[in-house]
């Protein structure tokens, strides 16, 4: 690892906020926090713009938790669940790898995960991994689901996870442009470039607000925000974006949408 | 019918030695030696007793001795007018005292005679012998049968001990067994032995009874624990308890004063919170300032997410409430209303008499009682204690707060405490 590790830390306390920072700065010193989140929110935003290699996140926090945050961002960088008491969730933690913290924080089991963390840095980041940490959150929010209700009706997606080369990165759906299936994969666009996804389209069709994420075509999502202009020749018919040269078609059976226009 | 009277007497045996067995078994060591001296005692005097007195003990059923010494008369007791010839002075009654022994000799045989033994028919023989050997001196003597005889025998002796079937005397005295004082020894081994075998059993049965008791006593204690645990489970929830003990934790380190406040809080929450079984009601004061410790701790950690307003007349604070619904109310206000919810809100405690009933209300600005349902459950907890405490003198009144959140007040008859009750 060529740079100093980067983290940030998620919990609704200050004061915990406060112990824990102190505590990590104490231990290890090389340890560079970027940010402080109050809830899965803003944990989740953190994410995505710093682009961390840590995520230390209390789990019972306001907005979504932080195992719901850690189902978005698995991959994008390492977790460590921080808790005071969750009966199932530890059960659980104990038998995968996944590493957590009991509030207050112990000192020496400190060190331990320290130590683990910087072994699992040094073998750095790769989709393997990635899948593997995603399916042990699963499995962890499958456990906890008698523990919390469950939130009335699954909420739209917001967050993209998106592999370009070896890295993963995290972005919120409003920054994607529009959305391509190519062959197995899908390719997500945004402002900042384009950048591979290994879910097939129907998903994203699926998961996304289809008030604002329209399909156009059979292989096409494209963001409503980002359409500039809608053009029909005869049988073709297709749809400009803003701020962008691409030109996508939209097939017959998706253009009644924009006869409402 | 024979089957089920041998049983009986079986069981009656077995239930017998059985109580005996555990009658031994029960004596202390000292009781048990001294019962055995005055077993040997007592065996050895009657020895004594019976040595001078041998036939008390070994009584034949029969003892005839019949001396004679004048022809024998006729039976004058079945037909006293065939007596014609006058008769010796003592004839009349020795033939009555003949008859009788007859009489005696005759059922003595027919008793024998259902026997099938060989001492019985031993003694059946000499027994008929007997019979008729009197008979015939009777024939002698009868006037009217054999008048002209004379008795053969001026004087004539018989003597028969009959006893156990053995008619010998000297062999019955011969055969009277060892002497009492070594059967009662041998009985008191016999005892012995038992009584040491018993008590095994019956220390064994004991000591499993003890097990078995104690066990039950665990058990029952255990249930008891447990039902106390989740009691204060309920009441103090882990997840409070660990995520304070970190903020005490922290601030001990950043800020003294403030941590010895915080604790402060804990220590008079957690007081207030154990089960206390014995009371069933407590004062509206009390409950109060469990949730005014309860909501300082909550205001330390939740810092300016967090507002609370406590507005509870003096005047009622010694009045009737149940205990720890008001603070169940507040904890799930804070729980499901205020800390899932990014920016926080208030919480305001009140009391109010209203048409002769106290009513106490909780109001959050938090999340709303719609969009989570624990919090419905545990109001149907409160809703069934609040029925069994006052049936339909109570009510658990939902609403919606506005703009936000949940408006839950408790309505219960106005009941002020015993006076003694009042003091905090």
Redesign the interface.
Known sequence: MSHSPRAILAD?????R??LR?RLQEAWPELELVGEA??G?EALTMVAKLRPDLAFLDI?M??QTGLEVARTIAGCCHIVFVT????HAIEAFERGAIDYL????DNARLAVTIARLKERLAAGHNEENAERALERIETLLTKLSGDR?SR?GVPYLRWIQAGVGSQVFLFPVEEVLYIQAQDKYTVVVTAAGESLVRKPIREFAETLDPEVFWQIHRSTIVNSHAIAAFKRDGEHAEVTLRGRNAKLEVSRSFTGRFRQM | MDKSFFKNIWTGIVGFSRRVADGVARLTNWQFILLSILGLVAAGILEGILETRPAVRRAPPVAITIHKEAPQAADNDATPDVLTPPQPPGDPLESAIKKRILKQIQKEIDRESGATDAASSVKREILQEIQKEIESESDAADPVSANAKKPKKSKRSVEVHIGDGDSKDAAAQQNRGPPLPLIIFLLIVVLLAVRITTRSRLSADARVQSAEASAEMESLRRQVSEAQLQTLQAQVE??F???T???V???T??DPPRATVMLQHLIAFLRGSLPDMREQNTSLGREVDLCKSYLAIMQ????D?LTVSIDVPDSLRGLSFPPMMLQSLVENAIKHGL????EGGAIALSARIQDGRLRVTVADTGLGVA????QGIGLGNIRDRLKRLYGNAAALVLAPNAPTGAHITIEIPHVPLPASDTGR
């Not at chain 1, 005071?84 to 009966?87: F, G, H, M, P, R």
């Not at chain 2, 330390?300 to 810092?303: F, G, N, Q, S």
């Open positions: 609704d306390e200050r004061l915990m406060e112990q102190a109050r809830n929110e019972r306001p907005g005071a008491y969750e009966a009991l509030k207050p924080v209700p009335p | 882990p997840h308890l660990f995520n003990l970190a903020a934790e922290h601030l380190e950043t330390i950690r939740m810092e997410r800390e899932p919810k990014p969009e989570n349902a624990p």
